[in-house]
């Protein structure tokens, strides 16, 4: 039987100082780095949306999160859903990173009998909380978890990470209606606003635009952050806390291909890994430095 009574006991403050920022700013280089190398050893899988979001999901799996790797089944833990599967790789390692599991596992994504595969499975991850595929249907897992949350008198909260493309799937705006209805202000929403989908731009393709105004209009608290800043992203959780009788969606402007400069904006990046060799070593070596934006921050 899993130990489920371990676990921090209270919500700690959100506060970044500065030493722990850049402790955080320098763990997600490292999370970069190992996402290309899972990508190339895998030869499949999605670059531009887990590099976008390696902010988030440090400082979410680092920092904000309220939970216990060593005990993932841990009763009073945080929910995190991943409605947008397929940018799971970004997830593994910051998880490998937080200690759910060995560094060393993360070159096993994507291969026959991992538990890392091209979409989360809750069965075989522990700390997976919802196997994700289907786009839309992750807004309506976490409104259901938190509406029994809040049922329960519970302390724990979810947060959904959701895809901009995703929004075109109506079952997204019912879940909205329903965690507008219910007050669901334990459910914090966050969409990566990269901008970009499989075939092209989402304005191109399905205009979301005015698209706070569409989420105020469902009677939703609507918070802004730039995606690539842990600090801004942190600040837009600490806001989303202090709203009692709504949730909350963070609309999270992010880069797709954050940090690698030939891939950043460039939708054709969506699905694909860089290839071995020249790809993957100049992906590296722009990583290392931002494409020169760490050296020029700190000179």
Not at 132 to 158: E, F, N
Not at 159 to 173: I, K, P, R, V
Not at 272 to 297: M, V
Request: some cysteine.
């Amino acid at each position: 039987m899993p130990n489920l009574t371990q676990g921090p006991k209270v919500r700690k403050p959100l506060h970044l100082h500065d030493k722990k920022l850049k402790a955080l700013e320098e763990r997600a280089q490292l999370i970069r780095e190992d996402l290309i190398d899972m990508l190339v050893e895998a030869g499949s899988g999605h670059s531009a949306g887990p590099l976008g979001m390696a902010d988030i999901f440090t400082a979410l799996y680092l920092h904000v999160l309220v939970h216990d790797p060593k005990h993932p089944e841990w009763k009073d833990r945080d929910r995190l859903i991943l409605s947008n599967g397929h940018i799971c790789p970004i997830r593994y390692a910051a998880m490998a990173h937080a200690g759910y599991f060995p560094k060393k596992l993360l070159m096993t994504l994507r291969k026959l009998g991992s538990p890392l595969q091209g979409h989360p499975e809750r069965e075989k991850l522990p700390g997976v909380e919802t196997t994700s595929g289907p786009l839309g249907s992750g807004s309506s897992q976490a409104v259901g978890l938190a509406y029994a949350a809040l049922l329960d008198r519970k302390p724990w909260r979810v947060y959904c990470l959701m895809s901009d493309g995703e929004l075109a799937a109506g079952q997204t705006w019912e879940a909205m209606l329903f965690a507008s209805r219910n007050k669901l202000y334990n459910c914090t929403f966050v969409i990566d606003r990269n901008n970009i989908q499989i075939d092209g731009t989402t304005e191109e393709i399905m205009p979301l635009e005015p698209l706070a105004a569409k989420f105020e209009a469902f009677n939703l608290n609507v918070e802004h952050c730039a995606g690539n800043s842990i600090r801004d992203f942190v600040t837009a959780v600490e806001r989303a806390h202090g709203v009692s009788e709504k949730p909350t969606i963070i609309i999270a402007d992010t880069i797709p291909g954050y940090g690698v400069q030939f891939m950043e904006h460039d939708f054709l990046w969506h699905g694909k890994p860089p290839s071995p060799g020249q790809e993957a070593h100049l992906a590296i070596n722009q990583l290392r430095t931002l494409s020169g934006k760490i050296i020029s921050e700190h000179e």
